[in-house]
């Protein structure tokens, strides 16, 4: 299993994930639009200040390099204890088990030091290896949401998909 960190996002991050964000565009595309410019770097950034989000950065123990992000969006305390949860690796590291240990890993930040008790991964049908992802982290499929998220400037359909903090897969 390789060996992987995670950390809150930083701006000297900025730079690198950027770089990154552009070389994995054809990856990344259809089912995600990470930002490939300074600015949208910042934009991103600010929305972790702003709201209810938390950004991270996961890195190979071993080269330093930075194999994907997670997110915690829309982090709800008091009775409901929920947030969403999404991520996305980059081409260097794509095929190798990290960005499945960094699931893990935001997962336990989420369950653990937060304190939540659900997460919700809303996916695309046709994205298989992130379906692949969350069940290899636990998850359960729970439902179908039509035109569920915009992307590209198109709505799209996404599965549900979801792990408590009590389901022994967790």
């Known amino acids: 299993m390789p060996s992987v960190s995670l950390a809150l996002v930083r701006r000297v991050d900025a730079v690198e994930l950027t770089r990154l964000n552009i070389e994995s565009r054809a990856y990344h595309a259809p089912w995600v639009q990470p930002f490939t410019t300074l600015d949208g770097f910042e934009e991103w950034l600010g929305t972790l200040f702003t709201g209810a989000n938390l950004g991270f950065v996961a890195r190979d123990l071993a080269s330093g ?10 982090v709800f305390l008091k009775g409901f204890q929920s947030a969403y949860l999404s991520y996305y690796g980059t081409m260097g590291f794509v095929g190798r088990g990290f960005m499945t240990e960094a699931v893990r890993l935001t ?59 009590d389901d022994p897969a967790s």
């Open 65 to 74: 390099g930075i194999v994907g992000v997670t997110n915690l969006s829309q």
């Open 107 to 165: 997962v336990g930040h989420a369950f653990g030091e937060i304190g939540l008790h659900r997460l919700e991964a809303n996916i695309q049908p046709g994205n298989l290896p992130s379906i692949a992802l969350a069940k290899r982290a636990g998850f359960r499929k729970e439902g179908f949401s039509p035109r569920y998220l915009r992307i590209d400037g198109i709505w799209r359909d996404h599965e549900r998909w979801a792990l408590l903090a």
